[in-house]
Nanobody, 115 residues
Framework: QVQLVESGGGLVQPGGSLRLSCTAS????????MGWYRQVPGKERELVAI???????NYALSVEGRFTISRDNAKNTWYLQMNSLKPDDTAVYYC?????????WGQGTQVTVSS
C-alpha cells in the first residue's frame, strides 16, 4: 500500500503563488506516473498536471504556463508550483500516483485564491 501525504495549501491573493508538495511512502522512481488533480464542489475531479517516469509531462490548458510540476527523487516527493493564481484556481488539490498494481491519492489540500 502506497501512502501519499500532501502539504502546502492555503489562502493566497490573486496573482500570488503557492507550492504544493506530495511525499510518497515508497521510492517514486518505480512509479509510472505522478500528478495533481483538483475538485470544486459539484464538479468532477479534473487533471491539473501529470508527469511520468521516462514519458511526457502534461498540463491542463487552464494552467499551462502558470503551473509547473517537478520532483525530487531523493525525497520521494513531487511538487506543484502555482504562479499567477486566479480565483478560478480555488479548489481542493489532490496528488496522485500509480504504478505496478496500485494507484493512490493524497488526502487533499485546500487552495483558496481570494482578495
Amino acid at each position: 500500500q502506497v501512502q501519499l501525504v500532501e502539504s502546502g495549501g492555503g489562502l493566497v491573493q490573486p496573482g500570488g503563488s503557492l507550492r504544493l508538495s506530495c511525499t510518497a511512502s515508497r521510492d517514486i522512481v518505480r512509479f509510472y506516473g505522478m500528478g495533481w488533480y483538483r475538485q470544486v464542489p459539484g464538479k468532477e475531479r479534473e487533471l491539473v498536471a501529470i508527469t511520468t517516469n521516462g514519458g511526457p509531462t502534461n498540463y491542463a490548458l487552464s494552467v499551462e504556463g502558470r503551473f509547473t510540476i517537478s520532483r525530487d527523487n531523493a525525497k520521494n516527493t513531487w511538487y506543484l508550483q502555482m504562479n499567477s493564481l486566479k480565483p478560478d484556481d480555488t479548489a481542493v488539490y489532490y496528488c496522485y500516483a500509480d504504478g505496478f498494481n496500485f494507484n493512490a491519492w493524497g488526502q487533499g489540500t485546500q487552495v483558496t485564491v481570494s482578495s
